[in-house]
């Protein structure tokens, strides 16, 4: 499975940007395709995740309200929607996908495979 992450960028506090997570190779219709993000400095916080078939999505209490997460079967795309960025959410962001379970899908070991990740930059 690859995942390929796109769609950082610099933006102003306030703003909004959409993330994309290519899914692609062997079958990964039963997994769980997750973000997380990456601040400088810190360790890798999950962010938001939802089972590729069907399932509940799951957000950091940081960004409820502010992130969505959809998916696009027909182009194997995950999309993380970020509105009202604040500077606090300046990270590397990444996409994983995995089998991960409902007890333990915020952890990043989780998860097998990642993508390369993408940067976001909030200014204020």
């Known amino acids: 499975v690859q995942l390929q992450a796109s769609g950082g960028g610099l933006v102003r506090a306030g703003g909004s940007l959409r993330l994309s997570c290519v899914v692609s190779?062997?079958?990964?219709?039963?997994?769980?395709i997750a973000w997380f993000r990456q601040a400088s400095g810190k360790e890798r916080a999950f962010v938001a995740s939802?089972?590729?078939?069907?399932?509940?999505?799951y957000f950091d209490d940081s960004v409820k309200g502010r992130f969505t997460i959809s998916k696009d079967n027909a182009k194997n795309t995950v999309y993380l929607q970020m509105n009202s960025l604040k500077p606090e959410d300046t990270a590397v962001y990444y996409c994983?996908?995995?089998?991960?379970?409902?007890?333990?899908?915020?952890?990043?070991?989780?998860?097998?495979?990642w993508g390369q990740g993408t940067l976001v930059t909030v200014s204020s």
């Open positions: 994983a996908a995995g089998n991960a379970i409902t007890s333990t899908h915020r952890r990043p070991r989780s998860y097998t495979y």
């Open positions: 190779g062997r079958s990964f219709s039963s997994y769980t």
């Open positions: 939802v089972r590729w078939s069907s399932g509940p999505q």
